[in-house]
């Protein structure tokens, strides 16, 4: 019986997790659940199915109406809450915030020593080598559906036989639009992606193909790749969810249906694998996959990405904070589709101009974020 943290219970990978782990009791135990307070009626539900030890909520305000909702289970409010409960003893902490807001639980999970099933792709991007320094050996489990399959087709190789890591993404619900195209993208299109369901701000980050690159800082990250050694392709159908590509010339590609319940059970069970998971390819059904190159003309951010990640330091954390306030904007109707990916890439620019002259620590993180963030929302005025 592994005993489960999952902090963002109610959003995309924490509901799933838990209709993972609602399927499994006699091998999961949930102890604590964790979320912003956007969705106060989901997460009473949730705890009461699960009945955890600890509900965590940020929004201090909310306390008194979860607790009179929920006798018998300890509330902690307030922006620390999340952090909190990532430290308590358990066996697994699912981190499935979204954003920034995810580093500090990261870090607690890691100094707690315990097993890190990492959804929060963004924490790992912006602490860089704050995270994976703080990170015993196999402390950190990839539950992107893409990391997973890397941390998969990896098992088929030593890392020395390792050539390059062949990232796939699914082009988007605007694949193959010119960039004049994009510049009339609604909120609405940009939602609709043609293959995933997910949360706002990781649908737009991939129609913009931010979050590929935000990805591949994390497989760098991860898996100690260089970054120019990892390549972006697209893949529409979202079958193949990235593959390893070893110095003899043979390639191990991960293939299931684009659900996120098998990353999800792994990311839980890892290094062993939960039966039935979800349904496997029906190999009887004649079916196409085709893969092409991304046009980085039309969608630079994987190449701005890139650049952040050769940088270090707190560049990646300023492409991230950057991005989260354009998306807002974007939905808000005060900036362009196309315009998100070139204030991000403006901001960096500019960011990169300037001696960083600190050493990498939470705080110049915090800082460097809070800082792209006054600088993208005055870009965004301007535009």
Not at 240 to 262: K, N, Y
Not at 302 to 327: Q, S
Request: glycine share 8%.
């Amino acid at each position: 019986m592994r005993q489960v943290v999952i902090l963002g219970s109610t959003g995309s990978i924490g509901t799933q997790a838990i209709e993972v782990i609602s399927a499994r009791r006699d091998r999961f135990e949930v102890i604590g659940l964790a979320a912003g307070g956007s969705n106060v009626e989901l997460l009473v539900d949730q705890a009461r199915a699960l009945r955890p030890a600890v509900v965590a909520v940020a929004d201090a305000n909310l306390a008194d109406r979860v607790a009179e909702q929920l006798a018998g289970i300890e509330i902690w409010a307030g922006p620390d809450a999340a952090t909190r409960l990532a430290a308590i003893p358990c066996d697994v902490v699912l981190n499935g915030i979204t954003g920034a807001a995810g580093l500090e639980p990261t870090l607690a999970t890691l100094a707690a020593g315990t097993t890190l099933a990492l959804a929060n792709k963004e924490s790992l991007v912006i602490g860089g080598r704050l995270v994976t320094d703080a990170a015993a050996p196999g402390q950190i489990v990839a539950v992107d559906s893409e990391h997973s399959a890397f941390a998969q087709a990896l098992r088929a190789g030593r890392a020395e036989e390792v050539r390059k890591l062949i990232l796939t993404a699914s082009g988007g619900p605007f694949r193959g639009w010119s960039r004049a195209q994009l510049r009339g993208v609604t909120p609405a299109q940009a939602m609709a992606h043609p293959t995933w369901s997910m949360g706002r701000v990781v649908t737009i980050n991939s129609a913009t193909l931010v979050n590929k690159g935000l990805e591949l800082l994390e497989a760098g990250l991860l898996f100690g790749v260089d970054l120019d050694d990892i390549e972006v392709v697209v893949h529409p159908q979202s079958i193949v969810h990235s593959m390893v590509e070893f110095h003899d010339g043979s390639t191990i590609a991960q293939a299931s249906p684009p659900d996120m319940r098998l990353p999800i059970a792994l990311g839980l069970s890892w290094p062993d694998r939960l039966a039935d998971a979800v349904q496997p390819c029906d190999w009887r059904t004649a079916a196409t996959w085709t893969f092409e190159p991304l046009d980085a003309k039309v969608f630079p951010a994987v190449e701005i990405a890139r650049r952040a990640g050769k940088a270090g330091g707190t560049a990646p954390a300023v492409f991230n904070a950057a991005n989260e306030v354009c998306v807002d904007a974007f939905c808000a109707g005060d900036l362009a589709f196309s315009g998100i990916v070139e204030v991000v890439g403006a901001v960096l620019e500019a960011h990169l101009t300037q001696a960083e002259g600190q050493s990498l620590s939470v705080a110049s993180v915090l800082a460097a974020d809070a800082a792209a963030r006054v600088a993208a929302a005055q870009r965004i005025k301007e535009c």
